[in-house]
């Protein structure tokens, strides 16, 4: 905990970014702590978060790294929506439908990289959020869910679901 505290407060002194990928686990305790921080902070150690530590994190402003999380429950992507600033989850791989709904009231960057399938409900529901979502790593996703996600300008998929020859028609 005091070690946490030294990070934070050089960060905050040098208007540096808080890189605190070493640790594997947070309780709320160290999260109010490493709220407390602006800017980007780093937490890419952490593999699971619970909705308790998500509210607080979402306390934090600035960008906000969990690219460790590989998913999360609804709880705590509607703790984590609160959230202002960048919020990046590289590590999810599957995007469930009551997750995707849950992030909906987010109200910055979402950067969703390591989703790898988007299925028609799923795309759906992305497809009305009215703030940037990022989804570089889709690969497995049909005509119907990228014709529903390109009706959104705010949303980013692999350059090739651009390209005319991708279509069949």
Do not use: C
Not at 106 to 126: C, N, P, S
């Amino acid at each position: 905990l005091k070690h946490v505290q030294q990070i934070v407060e050089r960060a905050k002194q040098g208007n540096e970014a808080v890189d605190l990928n070493a640790l594997k686990k947070l309780d709320a305790a160290t999260a109010r702590i490493v709220a407390s921080s602006r800017g980007k902070l780093f937490l890419n150690g952490l593999k699971a978060i619970t909705p308790d530590v998500a509210e607080i994190l979402a306390t934090h402003r600035g960008w906000l790294h969990l690219d460790g999380l590989r998913s999360v429950s609804p709880a705590v992507a509607g703790a984590l929506s609160k959230h202002q600033g960048w919020l990046f989850l590289n590590g999810i791989r599957v995007l469930e439908k009551d997750v995707a709904r849950a992030f909906l009231p987010y109200r910055g960057q979402l950067y969703l990289d390591g989703v790898e399938a988007i299925t028609e409900d799923v795309a759906e529901i992305i497809s009305q959020r009215r703030n940037g979502v990022e989804l570089y790593g889709v690969r497995n996703i049909n005509y119907q869910s990228v014709a529903m996600l390109r009706k959104n300008s705010e949303i980013i998929l692999p350059a090739k679901f651009n390209r005319a020859s991708w279509w069949p028609f």
